[in-house]
């Protein structure tokens, strides 16, 4: 006598429904691990963690210099140590370090040209090379177009002959406060001027428009305050 089993069969149907809830289960526990991971740590993906030092030593010509991060313009320029040279930028006339690069646009390209609302600066070794108040002494007299110049509100500017190496420029110059400056002329391009000095093993460059000699004393005061602002401390 054949006895049959009182157990119901399962659809076949039924079966892989068995698996589908632990399925979903673990992969619910899989994203929730990951996430976790991640949010826990998500702050040590920016750029600069949350001890990064807002300046950083820089020794240029075995001169110790405090510079703010994000007045530096190379992101290769962005450590501490011995550095050979150093670009930074600086808003004029607050001297602050400049936030985030401003987005353009096509629209707002030609007006991002014309206006600079910066100072530029260059901190380079000198390697025992003729100091800026030298070459003023001795270089560019020789270049110096003869015709006598007077000072017009205390700044002096003497063309450079055309058929010389700055041929494109003017010297200006004042005493009080001191201020030496090479410009190129206005042209396709606004004329911008260049002024140096010495400090200790480097040599500092600034960089700014021409027009701005209109307010002269505020330039030569404003680097002035970036010199003493960016030394590191002196024994």
């Known amino acids: 006598m054949t006895v049959f089993s009182a157990a119901p069969l399962r659809s076949p149907r039924t079966r892989p429904r068995a698996h589908v809830v632990p399925i979903a289960l673990a992969g619910t526990a899989a994203a929730c691990a990951v996430a976790l991971v991640a949010y826990l740590l998500w702050p040590t993906w920016g750029s600069r963690g949350a001890d990064a030092p807002d300046k950083l030593p820089v020794s240029v010509g075995g001169t110790l210099f405090n510079l703010p991060v994000t007045a530096i313009r190379m992101k290769i320029q ?74 017009v509100d205390g700044l002096t500017m003497r063309m450079f002959r055309t058929d010389t190496p700055y041929g494109s420029e003017d010297l200006y110059s004042a005493a009080s406060p001191v201020l030496t400056a090479r410009c190129t002329r206005d042209a396709a391009t606004p004329g911008m001027c260049l002024s140096e000095r010495r400090v200790g093993g480097a040599d500092l460059t600034f960089r700014f428009p021409r027009s701005w000699l209109s307010q002269w004393r505020d330039v030569a005061e404003a680097m002035e305050k970036l010199t003493a602002q960016l030394r590191g401390p002196r024994g």
């Open 78 to 151: 962005r450590h501490s140590g011995p550095q050979e040279r150093i670009d930074l930028d600086f808003l004029y006339p607050s001297l602050e370090p400049p936030g985030a690069p401003r987005h353009v646009t096509a629209d707002t390209a030609e007006a991002a040209m014309q206006s600079i609302d910066r100072i530029f600066l260059s901190i380079a070794a000198h390697h025992e090379a003729l100091s800026p108040e030298q070459r003023t002494a001795t270089i560019y007299p020789r270049y110096l177009d003869q015709a006598a110049a007077m000072p």
